[in-house]
Each structure stands twice: as structure tokens, then as C-alpha cells.
């Protein structure tokens, strides 16, 4: 084997490495997004009986998806090592000091406004995210935001149940696909 040969090799097994990697968190991402999509669904749902009983529905709806994700993350073998679960959860809590902030500077009060605001800050997570550990997930990202503007902009009515149902049923999909990666 000449030098030539051996810096493909090596990099083939970088190539290899990487996939690998990929892989692995996109299996281990799976489980949340089927949560995240439950939540989504359950908030929707809420939704559909009244604005009240919606913004309720989505802030108990999210609280149980917090819940469920720090469960998970503390029993998962592959939950990617010391330190990770404080990460998980400031960031976390720093998309909601900007949600509340954006909400308070723009003084956004009604449901539909700020499920606007939060589907498009989680779809440009996952865009942002997507960048750094595949296309899938900037994919999921696109689709997301997607459906907030084609909601937003043609069954403005049924916006807060459109959202929340279709992006559940795309994280819940997504979850599917990326859990058999």
C-alpha cells in the first residue's frame, strides 16, 4: 500500500466515522421527535374546543413533553455522556427566554401569534441543527416552517389545530424514519 492509498483509506474511515455518528443520533433523536409529535397533536387537538382551552391544552401538553424528554434523556445508554442532559436542558430553556422575550417585545397575545412564534423558532432550530448533523433534520426543519406559512396565509381559522396536528404527524414520521436509519 503507497502513501496515496493509505490517506484514502484513512479518510474513507473518517467518511465512515462520521455516517456512523450521524446515524447513531439520528436513531437516538428518534424517540424525541415521536414525543414532541404527540405533543404537538395533543396541543393542536386542544385547539379545536376553544382559545382558552388551547392555550392550555398546549402549556400542559408541552410541560409533559419537557417531562417525558428529561425521563429519556436520564435513561437512555446513548444519551451521549456526562454533561449532555444540562446542555439539553439550557438549551431548552434558552429557546424559551427567547420565545417569552420575542413575545413580550412584539407583545403577542393571542394563540395564534405565538403558536406562530414557536413553530418558527423550532423549525429554524431544526434547519440550524440540520446544518450540523444531516439533512433529514433541516428537512423536518423546511417542512415545519412550511406548514406555518401555508397555514398562516390560507386557514388562518383552523392556524393553532393545522399546526399543531400536521407538525405533529411530521415529527411523529420523522421520528419513525430517523428510529430505522
Same mark, same amino acid.
Given at each position: =500500500?503507497?502513501?496515496? &492509498?493509505?490517506? @484514502?483509506?484513512?479518510?474513507? #474511515?473518517?467518511?465512515?466515522?462520521?455516517?456512523?455518528?450521524?446515524?447513531?443520533?439520528? +436513531?437516538?433523536? %428518534? #424517540?424525541? =421527535? #415521536?414525543?414532541?409529535?404527540i405533543v404537538w397533536i395533543a396541543?393542536?387537538?386542544?385547539?379545536?374546543?376553544?382559545? &382558552?382551552i388551547g392555550r392550555w391544552g398546549w402549556t400542559?401538553?408541552?410541560l409533559a413533553g419537557v417531562v417525558a424528554s428529561i425521563a429519556i434523556g436520564f435513561r437512555s445508554p446513548a444519551a /451521549? /455522556?456526562? /454533561?449532555? =442532559? %444540562?446542555?439539553? !436542558?439550557?438549551? =431548552?430553556?434558552? !429557546?424559551? +427566554?427567547?420565545?417569552?422575550a420575542i413575545s413580550f417585545v412584539l407583545n403577542i397575545g393571542d394563540? @395564534? &401569534?405565538?403558536?406562530?412564534l414557536q413553530t418558527i423558532l423550532?423549525?429554524? +432550530?431544526?434547519m440550524a441543527f440540520g446544518v450540523w448533523r444531516g439533512?433529514?433534520?433541516?428537512?423536518?426543519?423546511?417542512?415545519?416552517? +412550511?406548514?406555518?406559512l401555508i397555514a398562516w396565509f390560507f386557514l388562518a381559522d383552523r392556524? &393553532?389545530?393545522?399546526v399543531g396536528i400536521a407538525g405533529g404527524v411530521m415529527l411523529i414520521l420523522s421520528g419513525i424514519l430517523l428510529r430505522r436509519a
Open positions: =500500500m503507497d502513501q496515496k &492509498e493509505a490517506l @484514502r483509506a484513512l479518510d474513507d #474511515i473518517q467518511g465512515a466515522k462520521e455516517k456512523s455518528s450521524a446515524l447513531r443520533g439520528y +436513531a437516538a433523536g %428518534g #424517540i424525541y =421527535m #415521536i414525543v414532541w409529535g396541543g393542536g387537538a386542544s385547539s379545536l374546543l376553544s382559545p &382558552e400542559v401538553s408541552v /451521549g /455522556g456526562k /454533561g449532555v =442532559m %444540562g446542555k439539553v !436542558m439550557l438549551t =431548552m430553556m434558552t !429557546m424559551a +427566554a427567547v420565545s417569552i394563540l @395564534r &401569534e405565538a403558536t406562530a423550532v423549525a429554524g +432550530a431544526y439533512a433529514r433534520i433541516f428537512v423536518l426543519g423546511v417542512a415545519l416552517g +412550511a406548514a406555518v392556524f &393553532e389545530m393545522v
